[in-house]
């Protein structure tokens, strides 16, 4: 996640901030008139619910795309290093966004079209996301640089399941549209709901794995750096 590292981190990085460029514009679009005849297959029984879930449902997509845009940015040396006090501001408007993020999850998650599957895959993506920014929060209160950067990119990676959910969303309707007829009677709704329900665990638990064997692997390095 640091641009300044190698060519290759760098091109990884870029492909991260517009990827969450590209989805966060996606997963927005559909709330940006709050016209719920806009909504997509998972969200559109909101509007016909109760005002509070309706406004939950337009926290959530406004904080995640906000967080989306401002996350990659935390990463990056020649802004933590160069412009500290915008880091710091930037850091502190992504904590509240995870805040109002990782509650309206959990108000947004009964009832949810994938079932009880889906609803305790977001609620522990929210008590995971809510943790983790603690933690991140907690540590640079604490003046442990290195500790809250760790727990941030654990943090990133949950934020980065509203990117890897569509991707994998996309892949398994893919994998799932040959049996549309003979598994599914013909009815994409019932594909639609089976693919859900796999992609509400299936974009964040990888992630998390993902980003721990990142923060292993980075702690080896520094570790072998300083034996040398």
């Not at 930037?90 to 889906?118: E, K, Q, T």
């Not at 983790?132 to 941030?152: D, L």
């Amino acid at each position: 996640m640091k641009s300044n590292s190698s060519p290759r981190n760098h091109l990884a990085w870029g492909g991260m901030a517009a990827l969450c460029l590209v989805i966060a514009a996606v997963a927005l679009s559909p709330y940006m008139t709050f016209d719920p005849r806009h909504f997509n297959n998972a969200t559109a029984r909101f509007a016909s619910e109760s005002s509070f879930r309706l406004i939950s449902l337009f926290v959530h997509a406004f904080t995640g795309s906000l967080l989306l845009l401002i996350g990659p940015f935390l990463f990056l040396d020649r802004i933590r290093l160069g412009f500290p006090g915008l880091h710091r501001f930037a850091g502190r408007l992504y904590l509240v966004g995870i805040l109002f993020g990782g509650i309206s999850a959990f108000i947004i998650a009964p009832g949810m079209i994938s079932g009880l599957s889906g609803e305790f895959g977001l609620i522990f993506l929210g008590i995971l996301w809510l943790w983790t920014g603690w933690r991140g929060f907690s540590n640079i209160r604490e003046g442990r640089v290195a500790v809250h950067r760790e727990w941030m990119m654990r943090n990133f990676a949950l934020t980065f399941a509203a990117v890897t959910l569509r991707l994998w969303l996309a892949i398994l309707i893919v994998m799932l549209i040959p049996r549309l007829g003979s598994s599914y009677g013909g009815h994409f709704d019932h594909l639609f709901l089976e693919a859900y329900r796999v992609v509400m665990w299936l974009s964040w638990v990888p992630n998390i794995i993902v980003v721990e064997w990142l923060i292993q692997r980075r702690r080896t390095t520094l570790s072998n750096g300083r034996d040398h």
